[in-house]
């Protein structure tokens, strides 16, 4: 029997920061949400089962100055996404798993980069994750993770726009952890 289940997630990065050429470091903020619908294929107890995954993604980072102003010609980047996947858990033992994930997220929104850096951006996205699960109990698992995020941006620039870029990619590899609850 397949089952549907609602998906959500959120994390945030603490003490974050960027240092420009010159060494200069500047507050970072990260953090993203997710929020979807899992429908899910279990197989026989103790094999792996398998998902799809939907869900609205959204993924913020931005630079800040000193005294809290944006720092000029750097987009605060706000990722709107649709996320379409696939999820496996294979049961290692009574207590332990292990899970995969991958997906494309059909970017909608780009924050300042599109809005006012390059207007006619259009964007995508690939992600895939790695984890360890351990169940504490009925339900309630800690997981323990990777996972890395591959931005990809056309700029569609033209001709009298104040930036000629081609194109641009940003790359996110996060370390996760974490405590999920599981039916």
Not at 18 to 38: H, K, M, Q
Not at 56 to 82: C, I, K, M, N, T
Not at 101 to 107: I, N, T
Not at 158 to 175: C, I, K, P, T
């Amino acid at each position: 029997a397949h089952t549907v289940g609602l998906v959500a997630g959120y994390g945030r990065a603490f003490a974050l920061q960027s240092t420009d050429s010159r060494g200069v470091a500047y507050d970072t903020t990260a953090w993203e949400a997710t929020a979807g619908l899992r429908l899910r294929a279990p197989l026989d107890p103790g094999d792996p089962d398998l998902a799809l995954v939907a869900a609205w993604h959204r993924q913020v980072f931005y630079v800040r100055a000193e005294d809290g102003r944006a720092l000029r010609g750097v987009p605060d980047l706000v990722y709107d996404s649709a996320r379409l996947g696939v999820s496996a858990r294979v049961p290692v033992g009574e207590r332990f798993s292990v899970r995969a994930d991958a997906a494309y997220l059909f970017v909608v929104a780009t924050g300042e980069l599109g809005d006012a850096f390059f207007p006619r951006v259009t964007s995508g996205a690939v992600d895939a994750s790695a984890a360890v699960a351990a169940r504490i109990s009925a339900g309630v698992e800690a997981r323990l993770g990777l996972e890395i995020r591959y931005y990809f941006h056309t700029m569609n620039a033209e001709s009298g726009d104040r930036y000629q870029v081609a194109g641009a990619s940003d790359r996110y590899l996060f370390g996760t952890l974490g405590v999920a609850w599981r039916r």
